[in-house]
T-cell receptor, first 115, second 110 residues
Framework: DGGITQSPKYLFRKEGQNVTLSCEQN?????MYWYRQDPGQGLRLIYY???????QKGDIAEGYSVSREKKESFPLTVTSAQKNPTAFYLC??????????????FGPGTRLTVL | QKEVEQNSGPLSVPEGAIASLNCTYS??????FFWYRQYSGKSPELIMS????GDKEDGRFTAQLNKASQYVSLLIRDSQPSDSATYLC??????????FGQGTRLTINP
């Protein structure tokens, strides 16, 4: 069963803590993306990766870090430097440049709350 | 910064009627256009892709693209209460990224 999984579904963090959100896909997609969504807002791009061991900053990368050591996995770390991390975090993947038109498919999301 | 604009709504449509959702974009070089449906508390789901001027139909959904006027629209025929959701328009930025609009909240009234 192909798809994108994210864990955990809900995450609570104390101020000053780093937390890591997991994203795994078995679609054999080259490209993976992390977005943040705030209530009533669209999606804002945090980081993206087109190939293993390479990634680029999106529009709101400050306070976040990522790694892409395997094609299937693209974890996101929310660091203590992120001033307002409470949000809905969405991971997406696409066939990438090889796929041509960049249709992106989303995982179920992780809802992060800072206590 | 490329922009994608949508009316945030809410758009209220009676059951069985046609819902019309609109989106404008700023980058004349954009080639790929997508509509996503997002139910409350859930992640976006891709429902339509369109790449050429004109209409593309898929079941009750029709996407319309006019590159000269830089707008893309989504029509939902025979609207059902299950169509009540937020609809996100997305447009490519270069070969690697999508830019999303803020979404239009659609409510179908029985």
């Amino acid at each position: 069963d192909g798809g994108i999984t994210q864990s955990p579904k809900y995450l609570f963090r104390k101020e000053g803590q780093n937390v890591t959100l997991s994203c795994e896909q078995n679609l054999n997609h080259d490209a993976m993306y992390w977005y943040r969504q705030d209530p009533g807002q669209g999606l804002r791009l945090i980081y993206y990766s087109q190939i293993v061991n390479d990634f680029q900053k999106g529009d709101i990368a400050e306070g976040y870090s990522v790694s892409r050591e395997k094609k299937e996995s693209f974890p996101l770390t929310v660091t203590s430097a992120q001033k307002n991390p409470t949000a809905f975090y969405l991971c997406a993947s696409s066939a990438g440049l090889a796929g041509g038109y960049n249709e992106q498919f989303f995982g179920p999301g992780t809802r992060l709350t800072v206590l | 910064q490329k922009e994608v604009e949508q009316n945030s709504g809410p758009l209220s449509v009676p059951e069985g009627a046609i819902a019309s959702l609109n989106c404008t974009y700023s980058d004349r070089g954009s080639q790929s256009f997508f509509w996503y449906r997002q139910y409350s508390g859930k992640s976006p789901e891709l429902i339509m892709s369109i790449y050429s001027n004109g209409d593309k139909e898929d079941g009750r959904f029709t996407a319309q693209l006019n590159k000269a006027s830089q707008y893309v629209s989504l029509l939902i025929r025979d609207s059902q209460p299950s169509d009540s959701a937020t609809y996100l328009c997305a447009v490519n930025e270069g070969a690697q990224k999508l830019v999303f609009g803020q979404g239009t909240r659609l409510t179908i009234n029985p």
